[in-house]
């Protein structure tokens, strides 16, 4: 299964979701918005550090179809190449992309593909923000199968709950025989 998380990187949420992550000695892929890698570019850098897989999750955090896809690219490319930038690595090796609000249309799935980005979506995702800890720790063990993917959220003031969320769940799955992947891993698991 794996772990994912979106909308960081944030100055104060991510850290503590790295820092329970490390406890665990899990590994998880963070899809992250272009103006935030640009402001704390540090956190990028630390969370490839610390072993986990980087992806795209937009510029501004608007809806894909929202934008104009001329506009649309270069925004992504931006939000991939700062990535790279912060991390020391080639920008084409940043492919996996997680669409804001899981929203695209065909012509945009076309366009990505044709940019050399790779949708991902996700089979488990507990609204943790608008909810009682309780519900989103039932809601993800409940749900998660081989390959899940579990989406959390690092970023706008959730970091607290969100580590709280996940140094619970990763244990109990783990009892489950569950392991932990990053997108890349199950991508290639798939491709076998």
Not at 52 to 70: A, I, K
Not at 112 to 129: A, G
Not at 152 to 175: F, N, R
């Amino acid at each position: 299964i794996a772990l994912t998380f979106d909308d960081g990187p944030h100055p104060t949420d991510t850290p503590r979701v790295l820092e329970t992550l490390a406890k665990h000695n899990v590994r998880a892929t963070f899809f992250l918005i272009g103006k935030c890698v640009e402001r704390h570019s540090h956190l990028v850098k630390r969370i490839h550090q610390s072993g986990h897989q980087l992806g795209v999750h937009c510029y501004r955090h608007l809806p894909l179809p929202m934008e104009d896809p001329s506009c649309l690219r270069v925004q992504l490319d931006r939000t991939r190449n700062a990535i790279a930038e912060a991390c020391g690595i080639l920008p084409e090796t940043i492919r996996d992309l997680r669409p804001p609000y899981g929203f695209f249309t065909a012509k945009i799935l076309s366009m990505l593909n044709e940019w050399d980005y790779r949708l991902v979506l996700w089979d488990n995702m507990p609204m943790h923000f608008i909810q009682p800890v309780e519900w989103t720790i039932k809601q993800v063990l409940d749900r998660t199968v081989p390959g899940s993917v579990i989406v959390l959220h690092d970023g706008h003031g959730h970091g607290t709950k969100v580590a709280q969320i996940v140094d619970i769940i990763v244990p109990k799955l783990q009892a489950m025989d569950f392991d932990f992947v990053t997108i890349e891993q199950i991508q290639m698991l798939n491709d076998k």
